[in-house]
């Protein structure tokens, strides 16, 4: 794996990272975070792989770019919805 692939990877960890606490804590309209979040895990996710192997056609680059990108941010996402949830939820049942 070259620098750039790993430099690439660990700015989507961060995506991912970024999105989760966005979510949980409110930081920001939840429907920008996730739009910012989708694109910004996909694009990087399709350089990565684009980086990790030369002879990855750009098809098959941006395919699973989408399908590994959008999976990890997808299941983000769900988990930090439903933590999010359940702190809503106890706080206006102790309400």
């Not at 690439?8 to 966005?22: E, K, Q, T």
């Not at 997808?74 to 809503?88: P, R, T």
Request: proline content about 1%.
């Amino acid at each position: 794996m070259s620098i750039t692939a790993l430099i690439f990877f660990f700015v989507f960890s961060l995506i991912i990272i970024g999105m989760y606490i966005a979510i949980r804590r409110e930081l920001m309209n939840p429907g920008l975070v996730v739009a910012i979040g989708i694109i910004g895990s996909t694009f990087m996710m399709m350089l990565t792989i684009k980086q990790m192997n030369a002879t990855v056609s750009n098809f098959q680059a941006v395919f699973f770019g989408f399908l590994i990108g959008g999976t990890f941010s997808v299941i983000a996402l769900v988990i930090a919805w439903y933590f999010h949830s359940n702190e809503l939820r106890k706080h206006y049942d102790e309400g």
